[in-house]
């Protein structure tokens, strides 16, 4: 059992960690909560006991909870970008393991640090890669690493939105549009979740990012468009397109192309509400089919918890011996490959990782 704290009780605490750690009661036990939002605090420990699980002990000041709540082993942050940097830091001071929100940190010297902090401390860190376990990428990825398409060559993956994702009201919903909060725009926002896709459906680190990123309909201090054009150290090329500008949004395309198929699906259309089904082309079948999604968690941070924090409480029962379970290696590189593609946008050409 994980005895967990979360700091930083927002829209995606609310909307998804809270109810996949509801399901997951047997692996977490939420105790304490930390947010200067009473109001965020109480609507979180509501849930908890609308489940009927114990109410926890709420801080609007998590280094009040980290220094008073000696149960905790592990905390589970989901902060507005610029503060992940201060909370993991936080935490590694006071021993514990860390889940915590993607981005890792808004540039390469504080996830360094952060993960130089985490390693002296000998404590996990676990880095939210949650779109690995929506379902229809799931069951993509054990079709592409089974073998069913050949060798992956070329990827499409599209994810054109109208707007950000509003923030709690409570806090700032604006705060992912200011760059000294958020530290980027579309790319680093949702960008991000796109390129550690890339890299898994490929089944190979970025190599190079030629990018464009813009800021074209919004008055924001980040940007609302991004493009990008990687290659990769098996050769391979993905072409990735996010936004937050596009009108009437156009929603998520995934397109995997190996030498023996093709794999496509689309997620949800925020026009018309509809998505086009995994599907699976090889030459062998001459047509196209519709795999099963196989049994798997609806709501993906429901999988993502199951997953790490199995790992975790495996780790924590040997009494913390060993390696820590950790994706922090794969959250870097997702991080540089960014950084690069801002750098590159500005030079206006290539760059190498
Ligand atoms: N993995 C995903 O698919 C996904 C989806 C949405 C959001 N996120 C990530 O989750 C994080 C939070 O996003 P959100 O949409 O929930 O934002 P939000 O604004 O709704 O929530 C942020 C919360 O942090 C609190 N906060 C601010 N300063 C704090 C402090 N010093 N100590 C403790 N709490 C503090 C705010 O009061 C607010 O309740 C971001 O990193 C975001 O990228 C991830």
């Known amino acids: 059992m994980i005895n967990l704290g979360i700091i930083g009780c ?8 809270i109810h996949a750690l509801i399901e997951l009661k047997k ?39 980290l220094k008073t709540e000696k149960s905790l082993t592990t905390v589970d942050m989901a902060l507005p970008h610029h503060l992940h940097h201060e909370g993991v830091m936080a935490a590694a001071a006071a021993g514990l393991n860390v889940f915590t929100e993607k981005p ?14 985490m390693k002296r401390a000998k404590r996990s860190l676990i880095i939210f ?23 992956v060559f070329l990827i499409r993956n599209e994810g054109l939105g109208g707007g950000h994702w509003p923030g709690t009201a409570s806090y700032d919903p604006a705060w992912r549009t200011k760059s000294a909060k958020a530290g980027g725009g579309c790319l680093l926002d949702n960008g991000y979740h796109h390129l550690y896709l890339c890299r898994e459906f490929m089944g190979a680190k970025a190599s190079q990012v030629y ?3 813009r800021t074209y ?40 192309q190996g030498t023996g198929g093709t794999i496509s699906f689309s997620q949800i259309n925020p026009a018309t509400g ?4 995994l599907a699976l082309y090889t030459p062998k079948t001459a047509k196209w089919t519709f795999p ?10 429901t999988g993502f918890l199951a997953d790490w924090g199995a790992k975790l409480d495996q780790w924590l029962a040997k009494g913390m011996k060993g390696a820590p379970p950790t994706n922090a290696p794969d959250a870097r590189r997702n991080l540089e490959t960014i950084e690069m593609a801002y750098k590159s946008s500005k030079a206006g050409k290539a760059i190498k990782l």
Request: aromatic residues 6%.
């Open 292 to 301: 099963s999604l196989g049994k798997r968690h609806g709501n993906p941070f």
């Open 104 to 117: 890792l940190a808004v540039n390469l010297k504080q996830a360094d640090a952060m993960i130089a902090a």
């Open 10 to 17: 927002g829209r995606i605490v609310e909307e998804a960690h």
């Open 27 to 65: 692996l977490f036990r939420v105790v304490a909560l930390a947010d200067p939002s009473s109001q965020q605090l109480e609507k979180i420990a509501a849930m908890l006991e609308k489940a009927k699980l114990p109410r926890p002990a709420l801080y609007t000041d998590y280094r009040k909870m």
């Open 211 to 213: 990018a464009v990123t």
């Open 129 to 151: 890669h949650n779109y690995l376990y929506i379902p229809a990428i799931a069951r993509a990825l054990e079709l592409v690493r089974d073998g069913a398409i050949g060798k």
């Open 274 to 277: 509809q998505m086009a089904p």
């Open 217 to 256: 309909t919004r008055p924001i201090t980040v940007d609302d468009t991004a493009v990008l054009l990687l290659s990769y150290k098996n050769g391979g090329t993905a072409c990735v397109q996010t936004a937050w500008s596009i009108q009437g949004g156009a929603g998520y395309i995934h397109e995997i």
